[in-house]
């Protein structure tokens, strides 16, 4: 079983930046597609950006140009770098993998396996 743990979230001020890391201590991380997906107090878990096996990316429309996501499978570990910080961005963020051996970069939630226990983003107005 995949065990994720996130880390790197706090506060920040609008146009701020910060990055996002999760470790991953499976032993098949390197075949996982490895994704971030974010929810807000009342609003629905929504995905952000997905990376596959061999580091194809997509990302969400509202984080597109600002926020990057990448992977060293050396060291089992998934980044979201995210720049441009804007007020809306402020959720609970969370590090999910997708067993799945296709490859395809899916932003839905009930298509990952696995999940850490999220990080805060606040972002300041």
């Known amino acids: 079983q995949e065990q994720l743990v996130e880390s790197g979230g706090g506060l920040v001020q609008a146009g701020g930046s910060l990055r996002l890391s999760c470790a991953a201590s499976?032993?098949?991380?390197?075949?996982?597609?490895m994704a971030w997906f974010r929810q807000a107090p009342g609003k629905e878990r929504e995905f952000v950006a997905v990376?596959?096996?061999?580091?194809?990316?997509y990302y969400a429309d509202s984080v597109k140009g600002r926020f990057t996501i990448s992977r060293d499978n050396f060291k089992n570990m998934v980044y979201l770098q995210m720049n441009s910080l804007k007020p809306e961005d402020t959720a609970f963020y969370y590090c999910?993998?997708?067993?799945?051996?296709?490859?395809?970069?899916?932003?839905?939630?009930?298509?990952?396996?696995?999940w850490g226990q999220g990080t805060q983003v606040t972002v300041s107005s």
């Open positions: 990376i596959n096996r061999i580091s194809n990316t």
């Open positions: 999910a993998a997708d067993r799945s051996l296709g490859g395809a970069l899916r932003t839905v939630a009930t298509a990952y396996d696995y």
């Open positions: 499976g032993r098949t991380f390197s075949n996982y597609a």
